[in-house]
């Protein structure tokens, strides 16, 4: 696990109440999760903050998982 990979399940370990151990790459976090859009904003808005990075709402659309998140990031952090 890289550290961008690391940071995220972190935040989604505290955000979502669950041990850093029962979170995988292809989790949704709809789906397994419960997220809402407010769930959601925050996760952006961490990884914003985090990582130094600006994200809109086109760069977000798609994230659908915690795979996507990362890759996200990933790909800002290279721009």
């Known amino acids: 696990m ?3 990979e690391l940071i ?3 935040m989604i ?4 109440n669950k041990n850093i ?3 995988n790459e292809n989790m949704n976090f709809i ?3 419960g997220a809402d859009s ?3 904003v925050e ?3 961490f990884c914003e903050d985090e990582f130094k ?3 809109d709402v086109t760069d977000y659309e798609h994230v659908k998982r915690i795979k996507d998140m990362v890759a996200l990031v990933e790909k800002k952090k290279d721009v």
């Open 2 to 4: 890289d550290n961008i």
């Open 8 to 10: 995220i399940f972190r």
């Open 13 to 16: 370990a505290r955000q979502f």
């Open 21 to 23: 151990e029962e979170i």
């Open 31 to 33: 789906e397994d999760f």
């Open 38 to 40: 407010i769930d959601l």
């Open 43 to 45: 996760l952006i808005m």
């Open 53 to 55: 990075i600006e994200l």
